[in-house]
């Protein structure tokens, strides 16, 4: 410790402080500043082109996966489209058939029920025809009769063969 | 490439060669001159050199020798002195001749003595107390030592190196170049394994500037002390004293509330307690520093020492077996230092950061 304490040098201590501070603060500010703000921006440069690469990326799988979404959504879509198509047009065939049916058998009932009633109407006409006929012929058999029977039997035969003829 | 490691060995090994027959040329002519000194003559010499070695010096000298006519002959240069003795005493060191003349400077007389500067006068006569210390009275000595100069130049070093690769960055997209290329992972290291995880995210801007200039300062010269420049810098007091204590004000004047509660009123525990823990944590505070201090320097002293000695031993015994095994175990310690180099300012920087970090912890969970 004597040897230490005997050992110290005033001067070379103040040199060496008066030295060494200044140099510290000459290398700060010509040496250690822009060396340490270069290697920053370096690596701030470094990082920032390795963040967006890994961005670029993750968008390019992003972009890959929504254009995957998209082909697979369009494709569906498309499946749909064409099941409803058919869907549509099977009924379209399917109701068309119902209708034509129920048209047709709707007319072939209509007719039916026409021919009836025309049927009907001719078997009326044709009583009340019978029945005129009868009665001019009742009648003219009662007048004639009244005449001679010659006569009568005449027309008789006459009136039946014109009714033959009709 | 297997011809070119080739000739790199050849080259090794004739410089190897030259070397040792210029030694053994001096041993010899040593010999002829009947200057051949005795064991334990140079035991004595290694033994004195060491801590002078250690010590911080006012003149720049790489080595030194005694030139055949015994006079001792320094390679390097002379530094300013600077003293402060009611007045201001400029002069260059050259003018103590290696503390073997006195300089006069005004009407004051100065002499070296182990690499202290005495007041004395014209005749140079120091005094000594019964502890071999010398008495004179000292001027305030703020001289540009050898250690000032390294760290004049480390200061310069690290300037032109980090400017000019900041410069880089700004020329070349923020991209490291050259040199930038290995000493960013270095700074970025410091940044993501050093301070954000002992500071924290929040804060850790703060600090990067002193915690970077604290780590290359205390690497580059750990490893200057290693060269065979002979510096040392980090094994003098003063010097880690003073990184000490710049880690222990920006500590202090950087603390949150919640440093000071846990120093004074520490939550959580017994009121007795917070009285017996309030000088425990607030000596602890000194303690933290302190440590950092002695830390660095012992580690780089004791490197220094046990590498010199065993580069003393070499001398010491002067025959091919003790040379060549103390060269093998100074190589591996040497490898040693060179990482002991860095990690004394990994572990510096390293606590320092722990420390701030302690002093701008939120505690959330109290």
Request: aromatic residues 10%; proline residues 3%.
């Amino acid at each position: 410790m004597d040897k230490l304490i005997g050992d110290f040098s005033v001067g070379l201590f103040f040199w060496q402080l008066v030295l060494f501070v200044g140099l510290v603060l000459l290398l700060k500010k010509f040496a250690w500043k822009p060396i340490l703000d270069s290697v920053n921006e370096r690596e701030d440069g470094i990082k920032n082109a390795l963040a967006s690469a890994e961005d670029a990326k993750k968008e390019m799988q992003n972009l890959n996966a929504s254009n995957e979404q998209l082909l697979k959504d369009a494709r569906a879509e498309r499946d749909a489209l064409m099941k409803d198509a058919r869907e549509i047009k099977d009924k379209m065939i399917s109701d068309a058939k119902e209708e034509a049916k129920e048209v047709t058998s709707k007319l072939i009932e209509n007719a039916q029920a026409s021919i009836e009633q025309e049927k009907q109407a001719a078997l009326a006409e044709l009583k009340k025809q019978v029945a005129d006929l009868s009665i001019g012929i009742a009648e003219t058999v009662i007048k004639k009769e009244l005449a001679s029977k010659d006569d009568q039997l005449k027309l008789v035969e006459g009136i039946l063969k014109e009714v033959k003829l009709s | 490439m297997h011809r070119k490691i080739t000739v790199k060995a050849l080259t090794l090994v004739f410089f190897l060669f030259s070397i040792v027959s210029f030694a053994i040329d001096k041993s010899k002519e040593e010999k002829a001159h009947g200057t051949e000194k005795t064991k334990e003559q140079r035991e004595k010499e290694v033994e004195e050199y060491i801590p002078h070695h250690l010590l911080d010096s006012h003149d720049f000298s790489l080595f030194s020798y005694t030139s055949d006519e015994g006079e001792h002959v320094y390679i390097g240069f002379p530094l300013p002195v600077i003293l402060w003795d009611n007045g201001l005493n400029i002069f260059m060191s050259s003018k103590f001749h290696h503390g073997e003349t006195i300089a006069k400077s005004g009407e004051n007389y100065y002499k070296l003595d182990h690499g202290k500067i005495y007041k004395t006068d014209a005749a140079g006569t120091i005094t000594y107390d019964t502890d071999h210390h010398a008495t004179n009275s000292k001027p305030l000595d703020f001289s540009v030592t050898k250690n000032v100069f390294t760290v004049m130049m480390v200061g310069l070093l690290m300037f032109f190196m980090f400017s000019r690769m900041a410069k880089a960055y700004k020329n070349n997209e923020s991209m490291p170049k050259g040199m930038g290329r290995l000493l960013e992972p270095i700074v970025i290291y410091i940044r993501d394994d050093i301070a954000r995880p002992n500071i924290g995210e929040k804060h850790y801007k703060r600090y990067m500037s002193y915690l970077l200039t604290v780590f290359f300062f205390i690497w580059i010269i750990n490893l200057l002390g290693l060269t065979p420049l002979g510096i040392n810098v980090t094994n003098n007091i003063a010097i880690t004293f003073c990184l000490a204590i710049i880690t222990y004000i920006i500590t202090t004047a950087t603390a949150k509330k919640d440093y000071w509660k846990h120093i004074f009123w520490m939550p959580g525990v017994p009121t007795p307690m917070k009285f017996i823990l309030m000088p425990i944590e607030l000596l602890g505070t000194f303690i933290k520093p302190f440590s950092l201090m002695i830390r660095l320097y012992a580690n780089i002293t004791a490197g220094h020492i046990v590498l010199m000695s065993i580069l003393g031993m070499i001398f010491i015994a002067q025959n091919w077996l003790g040379g060549s095994l103390s060269f093998l175990l100074a190589m591996v310690l040497g490898i040693l230092e060179l990482l002991v180099a860095a990690l004394q300012a990994y572990i510096f920087t390293m606590l320092s950061a722990l420390y701030f970090g302690s002093a701008v912890e939120e505690h959330d969970h109290h």
